[in-house]
Structures are given as C-alpha cells and as structure tokens.
C-alpha cells in the first residue's frame, strides 16, 4: 500500500501553495511584488495550542516582500484549498494564521493508516546501504555498563533504518586482536586444560562459565606475565608467532575467540538482541589489508614517516604542548594502530559492502579518534561527497550520585549483574500486581523478562545519545512516569479493553463528532511516519521514544474521558475501540523499532 500523507503534510501543502499565489500579487506602498516560484516561502507549520497547527512564515516572507503580515496572512486565507482537511482557519496576532482540520479528515487519514501494515509510514525513496558498527566488546574481556549503551543505541537504529527501506549491514567490531594474546595463548600452550570444561564432552556451556574460565585464566597468565622475566619474553615472542599466522598459535587464539562468543551470545540474548556470528567482524578480520593500507597512504602523501612512525598530521588537532596531534598508522617497530584497523574497515565497507553510509556507535570520548581518522579516510578519497561517516557519539551512564557507574568497591559494574537486578525488580513488580488478572507463573516469569530489559533499554533511548544518564533502577521500573513500564501497562490495558468488547470491533467512523481526547489521539497517532523519518535522518532513537510516552500519556486522557464499553452509541463504541486498536498498534510496532517488548497481559 502506498504511504499515507499525514494531516501535517496536508495542511502544509495547502498553505504552502495558497502563501506561494498570495506573494504573486500581495504588497504594501513599495513591496517589491514581482513574480516569484511557485511555492516559495515556508509557511513554518507546527501544532499549537491555540488549534490544531500553526503556520508562523508568514511575518518573515512579509518582511522580505516588504508588504503587511497580516494583509499578506488574509489574502493567504482566501486563496486556500480547503479540500474537506482544513475545517476553520483564522488570521491571529501580527499575522499567523491558526488552522484547525475536520473530524472527518482526522478518522479518515487514521482509517487509511490502519489499513497499512506499515501504519501507513512511507519508505524512503533515496534509501541506500548504512553499516552500522556497535556492541564492540572484547575477547576474553568481561562486558561492563559501558558496553550497555553501543549495543541497545546502535540495536535500535538498526531497526528504525530497516524500517524506512534502508539496507543495513551490522557489524560488531569485536576486539579480537593485540599483545594481550600473545600472554593468554602462551600461557594456554603451557598451561594446556585450563580452558577444559564440560562442553569438549559435548554438553554445552553457559555464558558465565565462559567467562568465569576466560577471567581465571587471564588473572593468572597476568600475574606470571608481571612475575616471570622469561615468560614475559616467551609471551611477547608468541605475539610475532600470532601476526605472522603461526597455525598453533592460530589455532589457540581461536579457542579464546569462540570461549567468549558463547559469553558474548549470552548477554546480548538476556538483552533480547539477535546477533548472528556472520556480523562479528573482529579487529583480526582487516589484518590481510593492513599492509596495503599504510602503503597507499603513504603513497598517495596522506600519511607521513615521522620518527620512523607512519603518521597523519592535522592542523586543528593539537597536543597539551601546543603541538599538532597526529594520528599514528603504524608504529615505529612496525607495528599497526587502531587507526590502520579502522581505516582498513573503512575501505572494507565502502568497496567491499557498497555502503554510502558508515555509523560508529562509539563512546564521545573517542570522538577526536573518528574525526580523525575520518579525515584521513576523506583525504585519500575513500570517504567522498557520496559516501559519509558518523560517529553516533554517546555519553556515560552514571549512577545515582551522578558520578560514573561503579560498584561500592569503586569497580565496573558487570552488565550481566546489571540486567538479572533489573529483571528481578520487575518480576517483583509484575507480581504484586498480576493478581488483579491472574498471571501464570510461567507469564510473570516472561513479563518480567521483557519489563526489566525493557526498562533498561528505554532509560537509555528516552536521553539523547550524546547526554550522560543516571541508572537509577527504582524509577526505570516505576509504573508512572517517561518509563518503559508505564508504555507496556498502558498497551496491555488497551488490548484488555479490546478483549473485553467481545463481537463488537473496531470501525473507523468519519461521520462522528470527536471529543477533545479522541482529536488529541488521533492527531498524534498521525505524527508516527514524521517521527520515524526524523529519528531515521538525524541517529536520534530518543524522538521515537519521546513520541511513545506522549501517546501513551494521550490515551490515558482518552480513557479517563471517552467511555469506551460504555460509550453512547453503537458507533461511537466502534470508533473508539477504533481509536484503540490503532494506538495498540503503534504502541507495539515503536516499541519493537525500540528493540522492547509489549506483553498482551500486564
């Protein structure tokens, strides 16, 4: 089905063309009236509290026609197309004008929404390939809060922009490589069952034995590292053997690699996020290109020998000492940086993937790092006018005392701990109220799952990426306020309203008079398409989430004042289960795009 227009977009065009043939021929004693483009000038539509949408651009094209606002605004109201949307409009204050659309306009617009299984939302007709690189976290390291907000922010726009018909490709970065496994596989090689557990007799393992095995493991090859001159050596040595693609050496950074995928599956599963092993590309999947990386920018006067070091060199980017910061390709022994990787996935992703687009779901604190290898990218022309990266940069997760996350130790907090309290807390919620309906344990144990991750993946997408939050578990699972579990419960409330109709279903009904509550809905039901696009073209989840809580909060209003079951007539209790069933479907289908699940029964 084609998209559905929105009743914003509507009333846009009208007045857009009404103000377009208005600035034809409306002036004031020397108002330059020559002829001008059609639909020229933007009417600045936006809603308001005075009706339904105001368009405000008419004072600024009045200035510069040099004519009257509201001589201007007048004349823009007679010329306007009414076309059955626009039900009353009048010029206000210095010339704004206050328009209000039909009842009619708003069940018709929603009715041919909910014909659509797309919720009428358009898909983009520009949509191109987007790699999207998040929930990065690292071999035979613990995953910590930090890891929290690239994998939910990045899982999310993951599911917005494949809504609106972009193909995306996810890639997880995972750190897979560096002298650290030089230490852990010589260890592993003269320490030969210390990875031994009950999955080599073919049982499986859980997440947390694989990485309680990986930290056991790590402790003490770290502590002979730090102990043992000779093993140090021994250890370093094995790091040649592991970059010139010794197959012993391979073969044990395998096992390290695998051990922590099932750790990592584990906790990506407990937040209910699907990750499948062919877009865990790691550090070690550019290694052949390196090489060839460094050659081309040097060859192409890029990147410049300084001290033996391969380096790019930045004007704006300057040290404490005042003296340019350059980005380092390759180290002066000849080892490759960060940057060499990434700049090797970036020509990976733009020749290889055919991406127009690259996103970087990366923590602001490694934003000088991007800008600059981004540049660099752009320098040697992998990165063009046509093609564009994006660091969606995010900010830190704070504890309650506003500083950064800790435990009472001052340690990181673990992510799995993090989300089994979450979980914990909201099966106690879900079970203190589920008596009123009568839950399964089975469904108290479910529910609770999905309110608890979703309270946590909601606390982090409600703030702007590039905000800190405060993890604060009492609010996130509190029934009231700009919670997930506020959204759910106002779902599941409205699903038990459509049960409990029995035969009678929903029906759009155009002819009905709406009460204010049922405009206020409706209206906003009609912004989803906007919203989406919005959050789509800006990396800005958080506007999808801020659209939720206030259409939950405007169907709450809705039910307190508009009987439904009871409403007065036949029609009128069809219109509203109409209203209902259409904000249900909204609900779900943003909170899905949210990567958040919304229980029939709460």
């Known amino acids: ?100 659309v039909s009842d009619r306009a708003i069940v018709e617009t929603l009715a041919a929404r909910a014909a659509d299984d797309r919720l009428g939302v358009p898909l983009n007709a520009a949509a191109g390939t987007t790699v999207i690189d998040y929930a990065q976290p690292n071999v035979a390291k613990e995953m910590h809060v930090g890891h929290l907000r690239s994998a939910v922010i990045g899982a999310a726009m993951v599911e917005i922009l494949e809504f609106t018909g972009e193909k995306v490709v996810r890639r997880h970065h995972i750190g897979d490589w560096g002298t650290q496994f030089g230490m852990l596989i010589q260890y592993l090689l003269e320490h030969p069952h210390e990875l031994d557990h009950k999955a080599d007799g073919g049982e499986e393992i859980s997440g947390e034995e694989a990485m309680s095995n990986l930290n056991r493991l790590y402790k003490a090859s770290r502590t002979l590292f730090d102990s043992d001159e000779e093993f140090k050596t021994r250890a370093r040595a094995r790091v040649v053997d592991l970059q010139a693609g010794d197959p012993e050496t391979l073969a044990l950074w395998q096992r390290f690699v695998d051990e922590s995928k099932i750790y990592f599956y584990s906790v990506f599963h407990k937040l209910d996020m699907d990750i499948q092993d062919a877009d865990v590309v790691g550090e070690s999947g550019y290694n052949d290109m390196l090489a060839e990386t460094c050659k081309l920018l040097e060859d192409s006067g890029v990147a410049v020998r300084s001290n033996g070091a391969l380096c790019v060199f930045f004007d704006e980017y300057k040290g404490p000492d005042g003296n340019p910061t350059p980005l380092i390709v390759q180290k002066s022994d000849g080892g490759f940086g960060y940057a060499a990787t990434d700049l090797s996935a970036i020509r990976n992703r733009v020749g290889e993937l055919k991406a127009d687009t690259l996103i970087y779901v990366v923590d602001a604190r490694q934003s000088l790092h991007f800008k600059m290898v981004f540049e660099t990218a752009r320098r040697a022309g992998w990165l063009n006018d046509d093609v564009k990266a994006v660091q969606l940069a995010f900010g830190t997760v704070l504890g309650k005392d506003g ?21 914990e807390r909201a099966t106690a919620v879900v079970r203190e109220k589920s008596e009123k309906i009568g839950l399964s344990e089975e469904e108290i144990v479910s529910n609770g799952q999905y309110v608890g991750i979703g309270a946590v993946k909601y606390a982090d997408l409600s703030t702007s990426a590039g905000r800190d939050y405060k993890f604060d578990l009492d609010q996130m699972v509190s029934l009231t306020g700009d919670t997930s579990v506020y959204l759910q419960y106002a779902y599941a409330r409205n699903r038990s309203i459509l049960r409990k109709a029995g035969e009678t279903r929903p029906v759009a009904h155009p002819e009905l008079a709406l009460a204010p509550a049922e405009r206020a809905l409706g209206l906003h039901i009609d912004q989803f398409g906007e919203v989406i696009a919005d959050a789509a073209a800006e990396y800005a989840p958080h506007k999808v989430a801020a659209f939720l809580f206030q259409l939950a909060t405007l169907y709450s209003t809705f039910f307190d004042q508009c009987p439904v079951l009871k409403a007065d007539t036949a029609e009128q209790m069809e219109n509203r289960l109409f209203l209902c069933d259409l904000t249900a479907r909204t609900l779900t289908k943003g909170m899905a795009l949210l990567g958040i699940r919304t229980p029939e029964r709460l």
């Open 1 to 100: 089905m084609a998209s559905v227009p929105s009743l914003a977009s509507s009333v846009h065009q009208r007045v857009a063309d009404a103000l377009a043939a208005a600035m034809l021929t409306v002036g004031s004693d020397g108002a330059d009236t020559s002829p001008r483009p059609a639909g020229w000038g933007d009417p600045m539509l936006r809603r308001s509290d005075r009706a339904d949408f105001q368009a405000n651009g008419i004072l600024a094209l009045a200035k510069k026609a040099k004519a009257n606002p509201r001589e201007l605004a007048s004349t823009v109201l007679e010329g306007l197309d009414k076309g059955g949307v626009i039900e009353e409009i009048e010029v206000s204050g210095p010339g704004f004008l206050n328009i209000t």
């Open 403 to 423: 500083k950064p996350f800790k435990t009472r130790e001052g340690e990181t907090v673990r992510l799995v701990d993090l989300l089994d309290e979450a979980v």
